[in-house]
């Protein structure tokens, strides 16, 4: 069993950055691919990003390609999202998720353990 917790959210204007972290429990960390999914009210959830179980392989949705970057510690159980650019249609709830997998997947119904989520709005 696999226990995520992100970090907390915030409000941030256009243009600004945040960085988002989720603490992964159990032993077995370094050997399952992260990803990051959002979801913003009344829309299906969206694959954000995702990183291979070293980290030697990244993914990203479209729509964050260039403004966010994903990145793991692998010592400290912890993957994290950098978001730089930060745009409006930006604000969702954010999920951390861990796949029983090594590579980095695109694909939300390959996850098998999700955290809680955590707000993130951006003003304009």
């Known amino acids: 069993q696999v226990q995520l917790v992100e970090s907390e959210g915030g409000l941030v204007q256009a243009g600004g950055s945040l960085r988002l972290s989720c603490a992964a429990s159990?032993?077995?960390?370094?050997?399952?691919?992260m990803g990051w999914f959002r979801q913003a009210p009344g829309k299906e959830r969206e694959f954000v990003a995702a990183?291979?179980?070293?980290?030697?392989?990244?993914n990203y949705g479209d729509s964050v390609k260039g403004r966010f970057t994903i990145s793991r510690d692998n010592a400290k159980n912890t993957v994290y999202l950098q978001m730089n650019s930060l745009k409006p249609e930006d604000t969702a709830v954010y999920y951390c998720?861990?796949?029983?997998?090594?590579?980095?997947?695109?694909?939300?119904?390959?996850?098998?353990?999700w955290g809680q989520g955590t707000q993130v709005t951006v003003s304009s």
């Open positions: 159990g032993r077995t960390f370094s050997s399952k691919a």
């Open positions: 990183i291979s179980w070293s980290g030697g392989s990244r």
């Open positions: 998720a861990a796949a029983v997998r090594m590579d980095a997947t695109t694909n939300s119904g390959r996850y098998d353990y």
